[in-house]
């Protein structure tokens, strides 16, 4: 890739990725309840996650899915229903809930599914990869490395920013902070998801 196109790739996905959102929220979250170590596994759920977004925006199914009315809207209300569930179990304090909660012990398969679904259940990682990924391609160069190089850098930005709201999480929640301070952090990062659902709600496959 030209290297100042690579650059501006560079620039657009960590701008994108650094921007609060549900998967930041649950980075934030399993690392502050989990631990560092632990957390990773959500990290890497939601990094698989835009694996896969990636490859099928590479590959040209993304623009299919997009195009149906169907498949897109399927996506988005799965999305939508999943955060909601999220956002109310964080504000209530429910089981199964993303919510903060000093020493949790879920396991990292569940952590590993709660990253992958809430970052695939979100249309507007899907609209991004399929609007910016042509952006940045030379189809005058050999496309494979290209898109090699694009997609290895987006697992980088993910892994190391997602990395850095649950080291955060984790060690504000670990300096002493009192209880109803965590209550009312969950309330707020509950409020947050139900929000993001809220807007999710008006993301339309014509937004491409």
Known sequence: ???????????????????????????????????????????????????VYFALSATGIAALIIASHQIFN???WVGVIYLVYLGAGAILGTAGGLKIERGASMSRRKLFLQGFIVEFANPKALLYFAAILPQFI???DPILPQILIMGGVTVVIDLSVYTGYAYLAHRFINSGVKQRMVKAINVIAGSALLFAAFKMTWVTNAAV
């Not at 030209?2 to 930041?24: E, N, Q, R, Y």
């Not at 934030?28 to 632990?38: D, E, M, R, V």
């Open 138 to 140: 030379n189809p005058t």
């Open 74 to 76: 399927l996506i988005k």
């Open 1 to 51: 890739m030209d290297i100042s196109v690579f650059w501006l790739f560079f620039g657009a996905t960590l701008a994108v990725v650094c921007s609060p959102g549900p998967a930041a929220i649950c980075a934030a979250s399993q690392g502050a309840g989990n631990g560092l170590s632990k957390a990773w596994s959500g990290i890497t759920g939601i990094a698989f996650a835009n694996v």
